[in-house]
């Protein structure tokens, strides 16, 4: 697992592949991606094709007619591209700078969201960052001046799937997004899919209103499975992610996409690829055990100490409901660092995701959904955790989920929650 260090600030530019990027200080990590990768500044360079016009005149009494063929555009990429790229972004800045041409093969909302936008020339210059993934799909991300555009290519060749294009809001899939994340409670050898989960949040983001939420569940609520009535942590063990999505879904009647899934081994990764995890903690946490207590206030954690921060709860006022608050706060804190590191670098943390985590959606939604974390800051995504209150089902001990958690899933109907709530 490379560790990547986060640098002072984030610079222009991009980096031809192979890249294996060194990211140096402050904040970055974990729910989804990143932006602007520092490299060598590419010389301006514009190629377009002059119009061609071409006129018939007949010996009738019919009147000269004049045919005008829209002139074709041809991005002029300045490093090494993977092949088969060039033709999307051609046909896309030939669409831009004159609707006679066709429009790219991309999603129609895109399309359609793109169709204001024009350009007089396909850019000053530009530059691609790729990787391959682990089952042989590729993702890539392309700027042409401050324009980004997202490209998948998984077996079907380079296609366009989402863009940021400047002057007007960012497109990256159909909005709102909403994810269910999933932490197991499986420790190394054990099958981290099949576990108890140990954190259940609900993710949304909302790309043009820069803004989301993170929706914590109480990993002891009670809720209405399969077989009755069971703890939500209970019912992942033995079955897998989709039964969480299934019931929470039911639950709550939202739109939910898919599901990320990692346990401790995966989470500790994906916190070593970040060189740690940066985070100001609002009060003191005290652990409850023989594990060293967090200090208030902003500091470094390792992997193990971000994995105990992820898992107390004995020495918390609010036991399960504090340390879902604290599972969120973990998310925050991972989307400054990894935005720190610019969206040029989404393709490898999109590779270092799918090498920690299991997940059912596509490789297109996967890289749409991380992209849209790097158009606004973390503290725009409302962290929150359900009203309840502990009880006892049997010999158990549960959380009842108030019935004022129905507002917060209507609220987030449309991905945002109320300042309040």
């Known amino acids: 697992m490379p560790v990547l260090r986060l640098p002072h600030k984030t610079r222009a530019g991009l980096t031809s ?26 010389e301006p360079a ?31 990429l300045e490093i090494e591209t993977p092949a088969g790229m060039a033709e999307p972004l051609n046909q896309l800045y030939s669409w831009l700078t004159d609707k006679r041409n066709e429009p790219p093969a991309a999603p129609a909302d895109l399309v359609a969201h793109l169709e204001p936008v024009s350009r007089t020339d396909p850019g000053q210059a530009a ?27 998984d077996g079907q060749g380079w296609r366009i799937v989402g863009a940021a294009m400047d002057g007007v809001t960012p497109w990256l899939g159909p909005s709102p997004r909403s994810v269910l994340i999933l932490g197991s409670d499986a420790r190394v050898g054990q099958n981290q ?19 989301g939420a993170i929706v914590g ?55 070593e690829a970040l060189g740690g995890l940066y985070i100001d903690l609002p009060t003191t946490m005290r652990t409850g055990n023989n594990w060293a207590n967090f200090p208030a206030g902003p500091q470094e954690l390792t992997p193990q100490r971000a994995l105990r921060l992820a898992r107390i709860r004995k020495g918390l006022p609010r036991g399960d409901f504090d340390r879902s608050f604290n599972q969120g706060l973990i998310m925050q804190a991972a989307m400054d660092m990894i935005q720190l590191t610019g969206i040029d670098m989404l393709p490898e943390w999109v590779r270092i ?5 299991w997940t059912d959606l596509s490789t297109e939604d996967v890289l749409t959904l991380g992209a849209s974390a790097f158009f606004f800051p973390s503290d725009q995504l409302i962290n929150t955790v359900l009203p309840g209150s502990v009880g006892t089902a049997g010999a158990a001990s549960v959380v009842y989920l108030d019935p004022a958690a129905e507002d917060v899933y209507r609220d987030l109907e449309d991905g945002l929650l109320d300042a309040e709530g």
């Not at 009670?222 to 897998?240: E, F, S, Y």
């Open 17 to 42: 592949l192979p890249v294996r990027p060194t990211l140096t200080t402050l904040i970055c990590a974990l729910a989804l991606i990143a932006a602007a990768c520092s490299g060598a500044e590419a």
């Open 46 to 76: 514009t190629t377009t094709a002059a119009p061609t016009t071409t006129s018939t005149t007949t010996t009738t009494t019919a009147p000269p007619t004049t045919t005008t063929e829209a002139p074709p555009v041809m991005v002029d």
């Open 127 to 153: 530059g691609v960052m790729s990787t391959e993934l682990a089952g042989g799909d590729a993702v890539a991300v392309a700027r042409v001046d401050n324009d980004i555009v997202l490209l998948v290519d």
């Open 193 to 211: 899919q099949r576990y108890r989960a140990d954190s259940v949040h609900i993710l949304t983001v909302v790309p043009e209103a820069e803004a």
């Open 217 to 271: 569940f109480p990993r002891d609520s009670w809720v209405q499975g399969p077989d009755g009535g069971t703890k939500l942590t209970n019912l992942m063990a033995g079955r897998g992610p989709e039964i969480m999505l299934e019931t929470i879904t039911e639950l709550t009647q939202l739109d939910i996409e898919g599901y990320f899934v990692t346990g401790f081994l995966g989470f500790s990764n994906l916190i």
């Open 353 to 357: 995701l799918d090498e920690n985590t």
